[in-house]
């Protein structure tokens, strides 16, 4: 049993014919929520409420969607399924789950009139009570996912969805992570670039691409973003999990050259279960490496569809 299963349940909605899909992540009993957007093309649902200043105490569902705009509609699937399963907040009549969610674009890698709908989600939720296994790569959210699309889908390589646990002690965190970036995956560790955009049988152009283009400020992309979820058992008051879901950008900001950019949706949320007493630096130090850990498991695992090809395939 994984830490993070004590608390959460994840389950992916994935249509691999369509490559479209959504993730949810569930908190039964609520958590801490956060969330911090650094990307310039977001598509996000209920992030206000989530602002330190404003009154949610808590959070009962994170989705992850493919489809773009579209795919925000996930998210209603998924609070009827946890209003079924009396899991929200009480208000006498009924029970109202707090859900929050982002997506990402993919409408281009196969039928762009297929995307994510409530029903997606209420069946990423079915999978999540199901307690199923985690597959990384071409599921959930990360099914349609691309990466490193500056210079065409022709020279652009597969994206995908990763989850990645670190542990110290008590303490966990939990990075999960759909990778879909304008930008290259870059693995710090070994020194190289895994995965992004191709110049003939090299890799990694996706900064040199956009310097040579710097007369041209338009839409140059395919669509784009990485979105994500970071879950751990630390106690956390609202503000620090802002501040965490900030910080969890970082970890972006190592495997993702260049990232944050204009076109990309970057978008983090944080659900913080509440049960050890942590400091907030060693949960970030945690949280930063999982989310650049996760990145590079989603992409490692994604298999290649079409012309965009997958890391594990790139000679």
């Known amino acids: 049993m994984e830490p993070w ?12 014919t369509n490559m479209t899909g959504c993730t949810v992540i569930v908190a039964e009993n609520g958590a801490t929520g956060g969330v911090y957007v650094r990307g310039g093309s977001p598509n996000t649902r209920d992030t206000d409420a989530l602002k330190s200043e404003n009154n949610r105490k808590f959070l009962h569902a994170v989705t992850l969607s493919g489809g ?29 789950p707090n859900v929050s969610g982002a ?24 999978a999540a009570f199901s307690e199923e296994i985690f597959q990384s790569g071409n599921f959930g959210a990360g099914t349609g996912a691309t990466v490193g699309t500056i210079n065409g889908s022709e020279n652009a390589m597969k994206g995908g969805i990763g989850i990645h646990t670190l542990t110290y002690g008590e303490l966990f965190v939990t990075a999960v992570i759909a990778v879909n970036a304008v930008g290259d ?19 990694g152009h996706a ?5 040579e283009k710097y007369l041209t400020d338009s839409d140059l992309y395919s669509g784009n973003t990485v979105i994500g979820c970071v879950m751990t058992n630390a106690m956390m008051p609202k503000n620090k999990a802002n501040k965490l879901a900030d910080l969890s950008h970082n970890g972006i900001a ?17 659900l913080a279960a509440n049960e050890i007493p942590a400091s907030f630096e060693a949960v970030s130090i945690l949280t930063v490496r999982a989310v650049r850990a996760a990145i590079l498991e ?8 079409a012309p965009f090809l997958a890391a594990k395939d790139f000679k």
């Open 298 to 305: 989603g992409v490692q695992a994604a298999e290649s569809y």
């Open 254 to 270: 190592r495997a993702v050259r260049p990232a944050h950019t204009t076109y990309d949706g970057d978008t983090m949320f944080i």
């Open 207 to 211: 900064e040199e691409i956009l310097l």
């Open 185 to 203: 995956i870059y693995d710090e560790e070994k020194n190289q670039f895994i995965a992004g955009t191709r110049r003939g049988t090299t890799m």
């Open 5 to 16: 299963q004590k608390f959460f349940k994840i389950g992916h909605y994935t249509d691999q």
């Open 103 to 126: 997506s990402l674009f993919d409408l281009k890698i196969a039928n762009s009139e297929v995307r994510p709908d409530s029903e997606a989600g209420r069946l990423a939720c079915e």
């Open 68 to 96: 773009s705009g579209f795919g925000l509609s996930a998210s209603d699937g998924v609070v009827g399924f946890l209003e079924k399963k009396k899991i929200g907040r009480d208000v006498g009549v009924t029970v109202v």
